[in-house]
């Protein structure tokens, strides 16, 4: 029966996949995507011409195909960074039912663009977003849409450096100048998880900055002054390399972190400038000692001969 029914569904009928499934050009295909937090994209639609009557084949109602014979709509991630990876590449079997719906599961990585907001780090939020729809077919062809109007998170796995907060998808209509085309956007809002960079990253600079305070009340006469902001200035800098090293490499915003980790360097280094020139100058040089006890006997001979 499913050889027989395979036969009847794309051989006998003539049936080809460059057409679109439906029997009056004027209708619209109407293409349903739901994303699962599990690098799986669902996929369902109606095809006129694959239909069948359950009787007439032994009560088989539904059958496997690969990608290669039925209509597969053209879909893609539009603020995808790496090369476009066309549906029709899989080999994975889609689903077919007798009354001609079409379901495919079809796991997928995508790496997209996304706009990442330092300027609070590490107690940033991101909003990132995936544009999923046809890549040539007007709206009035393919109509994409997610009838959830969320993600499935099922099968989400909690991650270690980020907390998901929110997801989202709603269904667009993009007006262009040769027509409209239909898309689905999905939002997902995350939050950095800031237990490991409290642990390892505030709470050391919190205690190397105090130290920085301290320095200013040594006074100045102090031998270990120097000693101490010379310390301070290094963990401050060690720090400064770490947190470079932690945070994107970007310069659309400037973390607050960042720039106060600069202007306590920067307290640091005037704390140190100002100290070497008090004890400089408090500590005249040995010559000018020299010249100065010359001088003064020389004085006392003049004004008490002997």
């Known amino acids: 029966a499913p050889r027989r029914l395979f036969k009847a569904l794309f051989e006998d009928s003539g049936y080809t996949y460059a057409v679109r499934p439906v029997k009056d050009f004027r209708e619209t295909v109407n293409v349903s995507i739901d994303l699962v937090i599990n690098q799986l994209i669902e996929v369902s639609w109606y095809d006129d011409f694959l239909k069948w009557d359950p009787a007439d084949y032994d009560g088989l109602d539904q059958i496997k195909v690969t990608p290669d014979y039925p209509w597969l709509p053209e879909i893609v991630v539009f603020n995808n960074v790496q090369p476009i990876d066309y549906v029709r590449e899989s080999h994975l079997p889609l689903d077919l039912r007798y009354d001609g719906l079409v379901h495919w599961d079809l796991p997928a990585i995508y790496v997209t663009t996304c706009f990442i907001h330092i300027r609070y780090f590490p107690y940033d939020e991101q909003d990132c977003f995936l544009q999923v729809g046809p890549w040539s077919s007007q709206a009035n062809e393919i109509q994409m849409y997610n009838s959830v109007g969320s993600l499935t998170q099922d099968s989400y796995i909690e991650n270690g450096e980020w907390a998901l907060k929110d997801v989202s998808a709603k269904n667009i209509i993009y007006p262009a100048e040769r027509g409209s085309y239909s898309l689905v956007q999905f939002n997902l809002y995350i939050q950095r998880r800031s237990e490991y960079y409290d642990m390892h990253l505030v709470y050391p600079t919190f205690l190397v900055s105090l130290l920085a305070s301290v320095t200013f009340l040594l006074p100045a006469e102090s031998g270990e002054k ?25 310069s659309l915003e400037k973390p607050l972190l960042a720039e106060y980790f600069v202007m306590s360097i920067t307290l640091v280094a005037i704390s140190l400038i100002v100290t070497v020139f008090i004890i400089n100058m408090s500590s005249p040089h040995p010559n000018a000692r020299r010249r100065n006890a010359t001088s003064f006997c020389t004085t006392a001979q003049r004004c008490y001969p002997i």
Do not use: E
């Not at 120097?226 to 970007?250: E, H, K, Q, W």
């Open 226 to 250: 120097i000693g101490l902001c010379i310390t301070v200035f290094l963990a401050l800098c060690v720090n400064m390399l770490i947190v470079s090293d932690l945070m994107p490499s970007t």
